[in-house]
T-cell receptor, first 117, second 113 residues
């Protein structure tokens, strides 16, 4: 079974631009969560989508948004990019609603490394 | 404000030794505490997790010790192997409410042969 795939793997943008990242979950998984990983702040939770609805959200500004399609694929969008948005963006999927663990296990993708110049 | 404080930032251990990584939290509403392992170029993977009604959980060479009164929990890796060299993250999660999930800053473990 294929794992979580993220595209693109690397991306360079300039300040003020916007970017869209894509995540394809493991086949059959209906939950997709997004995380930001930086050397300074570490790993931070962005949001979780399940059945095309945002079910949980971290403490990020509205410039960060996402959506999930009927096939469970998800996209994350960052508008008006700032230098501080440079990070590794990780996507993770689980079969059911994850909400931090409970009975589900999340499987992470390799991430998209975004560099904002 | 860092909801979860993790230490040390880096750790070097001889093969066969015990690796110990510590985390502390403030919010007593957290009710699930997982540890993740991340190899370079890969996403994190769940290693082991514990709930606050249990003081210890062991899975193979990995053990979580949990001290509810001190609001601390730690990961012990027994008989550490070079293949354990990775970055380890702790997390504290509250199963209800929004903005409920916080990670430690990570510990880079190097196991020397």
């Amino acid at each position: 079974k294929a794992g979580v795939t993220q595209t693109p793997r690397y991306l360079i943008k300039t300040r003020g631009q916007q970017v869209t990242l894509s995540c394809s979950p493991i086949s059959g998984h209906r939950s997709v969560s997004w995380y930001q990983q930086t050397p300074g702040q570490g790993l931070q939770f962005l949001f979780e989508y399940f059945s095309e609805t945002q079910r949980n959200k971290g403490n990020f500004p509205g410039r960060f948004s996402g959506r999930q399609f009927s096939n469970s694929r998800s996209e994350m969008n960052v508008s008006t990019l700032e230098l501080g948005d440079s990070a590794l963006y990780l996507c993770a999927s689980s079969f059911g609603l994850w909400r931090g663990g409970n009975q589900e296990t999340q499987y992470f993708g390799p991430g998209t490394r975004l560099l904002v110049l | 404000q860092q909801q979860v404080k993790q230490s040390p930032q880096s750790l070097i251990v001889q093969k066969g030794g015990i690796s110990i990584i510590n985390c502390a939290y403030e919010n007593t509403a957290f009710d699930y505490f997982p540890w993740y392992q991340q190899f370079p170029g890969k996403g994190p993977a769940l290693l082991i997790a514990i709930r606050p009604d249990v003081s210890e959980k062991k899975e193979g060479r990995f053990t979580i010790s949990f001290n509810k009164s001190a609001k601390q929990f730690s990961l012990h890796i027994m008989d550490s192997q070079p293949g354990d060299s990775a970055t380890y993250f702790c997390a504290a999660i509250r199963q209800t409410g929004a903005n409920n999930l916080f990670f430690g800053t990570g510990t880079r473990l190097t196991v020397i042969p």
